[in-house]
């Protein structure tokens, strides 16, 4: 690999890292389209194995940077990941079962839908209680006090569907959780980004070590030193950027980013 192309790796990674920390992803839904443009020819599933390896350095480095706020649904995040591991082995067996072309339209389709409701919806609002509901109070280092109640079965299949979906588009899952767990499991978007990041840690590290375990390792795995090293470095400064922005303009930009990413992969697929 020429420095140039090293070069230009990093500085991909660090400004995927700065703009994933912020919205509350791992950054998996701007590095498989890179991937599968840097390695046309490789198989969905060696794409999938080295974007979820990025993803996990991502929101590790992520989850490490804001734990120290306490805002974290340690709870909430474990019944997730319950959900989320299993559904997300079956989403890894199906990378290997899916034609690229495929793959890469019903990415494309499912990205540009989830814009859409993201645009739709910027912001959750303040929702009325629901019954029954799993009633969660967090107090943060600051103080600040978040009480929310989570309705437990309009929340179950939603999230084995992203779950799925994300394993299987070789992503995190932050773009499909964060308006999951904001929306439908009425999570403030305080806590909802913060959990997300260590659900999908947890997410990315079994599937990717399924892969493996699978023999899915190849070419895309040599750009991983270099990306990992830009989205790691680049976490204080999404960070802040999160803490400066509120809810509105990070979830348009959510939106923007996938509506770029949705066209390009249906563009290349055409």
Request: no cysteine; aromatic share 6%.
């Given at each position: 690999m020429s420095a140039?192309?090293?070069?230009?790796?990093?500085?991909a990674?660090?400004?995927?890292?700065?703009y994933?920390?912020a919205?509350?992803?791992?950054?998996?839904?701007?590095v498989?389209?890179?991937?599968?443009l840097?390695y046309?020819d490789?198989?969905?599933?060696?794409?999938?194995?080295?974007?979820?390896?990025?993803?996990?350095?991502?929101?590790?480095?992520?989850?490490?940077?804001?734990?120290?706020?306490?805002?974290?649904?340690?709870?909430?995040?474990?019944?997730?990941?319950?959900?989320?591991?299993p559904?997300?082995?079956?989403g890894?067996?199906?990378?290997?079962?899916?034609?690229?072309?495929?793959?890469e339209?019903?990415?494309?389709?499912l990205?540009?839908?989830?814009?859409?409701?993201?645009?739709?919806?910027?912001?959750?609002?303040?929702?009325p209680?629901v019954?029954?509901?799993w009633?969660?109070?967090?107090?943060?280092?600051?103080?600040?006090?978040?009480?929310?109640?989570?309705?437990?079965?309009?929340?179950?299949?939603?999230n084995?569907?992203?779950?799925f979906?994300?394993?299987?588009?070789g992503i995190?899952?932050?773009?499909l959780?964060?308006?999951?767990?904001?929306?439908?499991?009425r999570?403030?978007?305080?806590?909802a980004?913060?959990?997300?990041?260590?659900?999908?840690?947890?997410q990315?590290?079994?599937?990717?070590?399924f892969?493996?375990?699978?023999?899915?390792?190849?070419?895309?795995?040599r750009?991983?030193p270099?990306?990992?090293a830009?989205?790691?470095?680049a976490?204080?400064a999404?960070?802040?950027?999160?803490?400066?922005l509120?809810?509105?303009?990070?979830?348009?930009?959510?939106?923007?980013?996938?509506?770029?990413?949705?066209?390009?992969?249906?563009?290349?697929?055409?």
């Amino acid at each position: 690999m020429s420095a140039p192309e090293v070069v230009a790796l990093f500085a991909a990674g660090y400004v995927i890292g700065v703009y994933a920390t912020a919205i509350g992803a791992g950054g998996g839904f701007l590095v498989a389209p890179l991937l599968l443009l840097r390695y046309p020819d490789a198989e969905p599933a060696l794409v999938t194995t080295a974007s979820l390896t990025v993803v996990a350095l991502a929101s590790g480095a992520a989850s490490a940077t804001v734990a120290r706020e306490g805002r974290v649904d340690h709870r909430l995040v474990l019944a997730l990941a319950l959900v989320a591991v299993p559904a997300g082995l079956f989403g890894a067996v199906g990378t290997s079962l899916v034609p690229r072309r495929a793959f890469e339209l019903g990415f494309a389709a499912l990205l540009g839908l989830l814009a859409l409701y993201v645009l739709w919806r910027p912001t959750a609002g303040v929702q009325p209680p629901v019954q029954p509901a799993w009633r969660r109070r967090l107090v943060d280092r600051s103080g600040t006090i978040f009480s929310y109640g989570i309705p437990i079965r309009a929340s179950i299949l939603p999230n084995v569907a992203a779950s799925f979906m994300a394993a299987l588009g070789g992503i995190g899952g932050g773009t499909l959780g964060i308006p999951i767990m904001t929306r439908v499991m009425r999570v403030p978007h305080a806590v909802a980004v913060p959990s997300m990041h260590l659900l999908i840690v947890i997410q990315s590290v079994v599937v990717v070590l399924f892969h493996v375990g699978l023999g899915h390792a190849g070419d895309p795995l040599r750009d991983v030193p270099w990306l990992g090293a830009g989205v790691v470095l680049a976490t204080p400064a999404g960070h802040r950027l999160r803490r400066t922005l509120g809810e509105g303009p990070l979830m348009r930009a959510l939106a923007a980013g996938l509506i770029v990413v949705a066209v390009r992969m249906a563009w290349g697929a055409l």
